[in-house]
């Protein structure tokens, strides 16, 4: 399980992560919600080790990692799909997703495995053409595959759902209940899709302006007006 107490960020004099306190369970899907700009990325990059913290924990499996270096977090069990997704466009889509294996063994960071193409079979047909060639949804399909090819005990997901079609979308919501509902991989989703976002949350967190506004388990999040808090 990871573990998030009490982090403090800044970007110059802002303080930009107030005090975020949240636990991402095994087997569970935590979803972060919060308007444009209250510092959903930045809480992830933190997560990742991409930005240091000024203060509090971030703690997996009881251990804290908040002092690792981004490449010792993905070797301890981090991977991460960031916003925008960021595949490499003039490599393969078998060569991004190899990039995720990066960590292994050279022998078996040569060859992708058969389930990360059983996930996503769009990728298993485009695996030769490049990475710039595929639409938007299909890039966040291979971001994910890349972030599942470390073989992750905690995956964070940032906005997967933004810029593509509801195809798509339908495709990626049920990749990440599966995983969840697999019981050995924690999920930190951000999303600002609320109906998405509610479906997929065992519990939720919300962040208004760097801090904690609203948390609970996913099941109470429409008496308890949760869309309100994120409507724009
Ligand atoms: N590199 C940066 N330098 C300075 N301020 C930043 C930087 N990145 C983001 N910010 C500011 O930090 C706040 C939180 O940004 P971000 O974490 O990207 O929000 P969100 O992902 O919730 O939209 C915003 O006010 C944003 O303008
Ligand atoms: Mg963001």
Redesign the pocket.
């Known amino acids: 399980m990871l573990e998030v107490n009490g982090i403090n960020q800044y970007?110059?004099g802002?303080h930009?992560l107030r005090d975020v306190t949240l636990a991402a369970p095994v087997g569970e899907c935590s979803v972060v919600l919060?308007?444009?700009?209250?510092?959903?990325?930045?809480?992830l990059k933190c997560l990742m080790g991409i930005l240091p913290i000024k203060s509090g924990e971030i703690l997996l499996n009881g251990k804290d990692i908040s002092k690792m270096t981004p490449e010792q977090r993905v070797r301890t069990g981090l991977a991460y799909v960031p916003?925008g997704r960021d595949i490499f466009s003039t490599l393969t889509v078998e060569e991004n997703i190899l990039i995720g294996m990066a960590k292994f063994s050279q022998r078996k960071a040569s060859k992708v495995p058969k389930h990360l193409y059983d996930i996503f079979p769009v990728l298993d047909e485009m695996k030769h053409r490049r990475g710039g060639d595929l639409s938007g949804g299909q890039q966040q399909q291979l971001a994910i595959a890349r972030a599942l090819a470390s073989e992750p005990s905690v995956l964070i997901l940032?906005e997967p759902t933004e810029g593509i079609q509801p195809s798509i979308i339908k495709d990626i919501g049920r990749v990440i209940r599966s995983l969840a509902d697999k019981g050995d991989m924690s999920i930190v989703l951000?999303e600002q899709f609320y109906e998405f976002a509610e479906e997929l949350a065992d519990n939720y967190t919300v962040?208004s302006r760097?801090q904690v506004v609203a948390q609970g388990a996913g099941s109470d999040m429409a008496e308890n007006n949760i869309q309100e808090l994120v409507a724009i």
């Open positions: 970007y110059g802002s930009i919060g308007r444009n700009g209250v510092g959903k990325t930045t809480l916003q940032d951000v962040l760097g």
